[in-house]
């Protein structure tokens, strides 16, 4: 009897995008990758800062769908935690998606994401994870959908990742249950001026269409130098930037033009409490290359 074993490869995700909280998200050419052998023992081998036991959020995913006990999971990749990257979204993604390839569930995509929302509270980052290119959400529970838009020729992306962490939890006590109509109002247009330009590759509508009025200067006190970047990244010869998820990562949209412009000048400000790094945006989803 052979032993079952897979590969997966997961992408990163920024979500939020601007305007769309918890509706819209992209995903990132940085990676999850995460591989599964039967050995007849349980272990998970990680280098990374995270559990090395059952409550790993990638066998807690995997063991949602099959019982883990006889395998050893190795969790790598290249998401930096806690900087608003999707990673745990990666990670449930990840186990969901080698549960369902070792054992042959045959659970369709729209099933997985379902699965994937409740885990993670959100659907964004994990629409992205699995479907790849932007994604916009609606719905919730069995009437969830994701519609997904190929990312436009010529956009590319600038990643500002901050050396700190911030917490998911106290970005998200930053954001009051109501908000003011005028606030609701103006991300409503950005969104949609965000989607259009990027169905249409207008780069003068996702200019338009990155405005956010909800989250992101409620949560300015988290990662202010975060912020400053946001606001000057037009000035720098950007489309524009957003925070990416819950922060500090900022998401500086640019053209292929002048990306290598706008990288060198993020790189000579950020110097000492930023890493900043060239990003495309993936159109593969979750994907199992190796059986």
Not at 80 to 85: D, I, N, T
Not at 211 to 225: A, G, V, Y
Request: with cysteine.
């Amino acid at each position: 009897m052979t032993d079952r074993h897979r590969l997966v490869r997961v992408p990163a995700s920024s979500a939020n995008l601007g305007p769309g909280y918890d509706v819209m998200a992209v995903a990132l050419d940085v990676h999850l990758e995460l591989e599964v052998t039967e050995t007849g023992r349980f272990a998970v081998d990680c280098d990374l800062d995270v559990s090395t036991g059952r409550d790993n959020l990638v066998v807690r995913a995997f063991e949602t769908l099959h019982p883990a006990d006889d395998l050893v999971f190795r969790i790598g990749g290249d998401i930096p935690l806690a900087r608003g990257m999707g990673s745990s979204a990666a990670a449930i993604v990840a186990g969901l998606a080698a549960a369902d390839h070792m054992y042959e569930l045959g659970i369709e995509r729209d099933e997985l994401l379902r699965r994937a929302a409740k885990l993670e509270g959100h659907p964004d980052n994990v629409a992205a994870a699995i479907y790849g290119g932007f994604v916009v959400c609606s719905g919730s529970g069995d009437d969830l959908v994701a519609t997904r838009i190929d990312s436009p020729e010529g956009l590319e992306g600038v990643l500002v990742i901050p050396h700190e962490e911030v917490s998911t939890e106290l970005a998200r006590e930053a954001i009051p249950a109501e908000v003011p109509l005028a606030e609701a109002v103006c991300n409503a247009a950005s969104a949609a001026h965000l989607a259009l330009g990027l169905s249409r590759g207008d780069f003068d509508l996702i200019s338009l269409g990155v405005t956010d009025r909800i989250h992101q200067d409620r949560r300015r006190h988290l990662f202010p130098r975060s912020m400053e970047i946001v606001e000057s990244a037009a000035s720098l010869g950007a489309i524009g930037a957003t925070i990416s998820g819950a922060g500090p990562t900022v998401l500086v949209w640019t053209g292929w033009q002048e990306t290598g412009m706008v990288f060198s000048a993020l790189r000579e400000r950020c110097e000492g409490w930023a890493e900043v790094r060239r990003v495309g945006f993936s159109p593969l989803g979750a994907d199992v290359p190796e059986l």
